[in-house]
């Protein structure tokens, strides 16, 4: 019997992980396709649930993007309903918070007016 080698690695290394990237996304954008989300969208959702009610300058700082494109991020989800914009402590301010309760875990309950589930389970792995 020959003596046991390391297993060396197939393939690139990079390409093999953008590969599951792919998987990965592709899933997540079928299963939020059926609440009407994107994935961009769902995470915007998850960091305002994390955090609270939050200014937007300091949501869009958080989450290492740019106040222009979080705004055009936001607009869809306030339009329609899962997130709510309101005065802030002052004048020129303003605060996003979420339109409900709203859980975040391995099945994700989501709002506004109809309530969706959304299964993980073809990713995760039962025992």
Not at 2 to 13: H, I
Not at 59 to 88: E, H, I, V, Y
Request: proline residues 7%.
């Amino acid at each position: 019997m020959p003596p046991a080698t390391a297993a060396r690695p197939q393939g690139c290394t990079n390409f093999k992980t953008r590969q599951l990237s792919r998987l990965l996304s592709r899933h997540y954008d079928a299963e939020l396709a059926a609440c009407g989300l994107k994935t961009t969208q769902y995470s915007l959702l998850s960091h305002v649930v994390q955090l609270g009610p939050i200014a937007p300058g300091e949501l869009a700082r958080r989450m290492g993007l740019d106040a222009s494109t979080l705004t055009r991020n936001l607009q869809p989800l306030l339009a329609a309903g899962w997130l709510l914009q309101d005065a802030g402590p002052d004048a020129r301010t303003r605060s996003i918070r979420r339109c409900c309760a709203w859980s975040h875990s391995a099945r994700v309950t989501v709002c506004p007016a109809t309530l969706a589930t959304v299964s993980w389970a073809p990713l995760v792995k039962r025992e």
